[in-house]
């Protein structure tokens, strides 16, 4: 979206497991490290403290 005057903004979509997996806030600001054709990384400058104390199983990759 380009509005008069500011820098454009995008807005992605992501999936609902992943979203909650990584607790985004909602306007928070992300950098995208485009590392090849393959594989874009997201980048988050300030992180909150996580909100669990449990970690994510590798069980499921």
């Given at each position: 979206?380009?509005?008069?005057?500011?820098?454009?903004?995008?807005?992605?979509?992501?999936?609902?497991?992943?979203?909650?997996?990584?607790?985004?806030?909602?306007?928070?600001?992300?950098?995208?490290e485009?590392?090849?054709?393959?594989?874009?990384?997201?980048?988050?400058?300030?992180?909150?403290?996580?909100?669990?104390?449990?970690?994510?199983?590798?069980?499921?990759?």
């Amino acid at each position: 979206m380009r509005s008069q005057g500011k820098r454009p903004r995008f807005y992605v979509s992501i999936p609902l497991a992943l979203a909650a997996a990584i607790g985004p806030e909602g306007g928070e600001t992300v950098q995208w490290e485009l590392l090849d054709r393959g594989e874009l990384h997201l980048v988050r400058p300030a992180t909150s403290p996580p909100t669990t104390r449990r970690r994510a199983s590798k069980s499921g990759l």
